[in-house]
């Protein structure tokens, strides 16, 4: 069972591009790496997913190095609303079976 | 389109009742999780649906847990005489696909419980 190691939380303010590292080193072969954002009163959303290298989509980019044993979740130029928990998965099954979700990062956004 | 329902939003019950948490998936999902969040803490998993086959329940904390999932559809959580420890909110998910590659799942809003 793949588990993640983020840090607590972190501060930024306005405009700034932030990077949440994940670390996992029991990745296994087969294990896709997942970010979901909790913001307060509401269930977790699906931020972004990969394999492998860098992924980008329209809210952040993912990038994972070739050993796969970390992987940088980066939001640019964020906002308030910005502000929430951050939570990295590793899995094949990214779903709940057998997989823990850890206490995430809590981001504060500052004006 | 709509996504995944929980009812109901809000429960006050007292110690030793009875109480049934709802959960509707997003239709045609087959995958459905049951998490338990306590205040200010990470996720924590409590039973997992797939389709017609067995569920896993490995997650449930005791055997006053139990849930349901009735026609592959809408599941039921029930928390036999409650405890204050059980005060948490109830996050039910669903996903489209056996999980695996590129699974994700969508998560409804959460079933607040305060046991007094």
């Known amino acids: 069972l793949a588990k993640t190691t983020q840090p607590i939380s972190m501060d930024s303010y306005e405009g700034q591009e932030v990077n949440i590292t994940c670390s996992h080193n029991?990745?296994?072969?087969?294990?896709?790496i997942t970010w979901y954002q909790q913001f307060p009163s509401q269930g977790p959303r699906f931020i972004i997913q990969?394999?492998?290298t860098k992924v980008t989509n329209e809210v952040a980019s993912l990038f994972i190095p070739a050993d796969r044993k970390s992987s940088t979740l980066c939001l640019p130029r964020v906002s308030l609303s910005d502000t929430a928990v951050y939570y990295c998965?590793?899995?094949?099954?990214?779903?709940?079976?057998?997989?823990?979700f850890g206490a995430g990062t809590r981001l504060f956004v500052k004006a | 389109g709509a996504g995944v329902s929980q009812s109901p939003s809000n429960k006050v019950t007292e110690k030793g009742k009875d109480v049934e948490l709802r959960c509707d998936p997003i239709?045609?999902?087959?995958?459905l999780y049951w998490y338990r969040q306590s205040l200010g803490q990470g996720l924590e998993f409590l039973i997992y649906?797939?389709?017609?086959?067995?569920?896993?329940k490995s997650g449930l904390p005791s055997d006053r847990f139990s849930a349901e999932r009735t026609g592959g559809s809408v599941s039921t959580l029930t928390i036999q005489r409650t405890q204050q420890e059980d005060s948490a909110v109830y996050l039910c998910?669903?996903?489209?696909?056996?999980?695996?590659?590129?699974?994700?799942?969508?998560f409804g809003p959460g079933t607040r419980l305060l046991v007094l």
């Open positions: 239709s045609g999902h087959t995958a």
């Open positions: 990969g394999y492998k």
């Open positions: 029991n990745i296994a072969t087969n294990d896709y």
């Open positions: 998910a669903s996903s489209s696909s056996r999980p695996g590659v590129g699974e994700t799942q969508y």
């Open positions: 649906f797939q389709g017609n086959s067995a569920p896993d």
């Open positions: 998965l590793v899995g094949f099954n990214t779903g709940g079976f057998k997989t823990i």
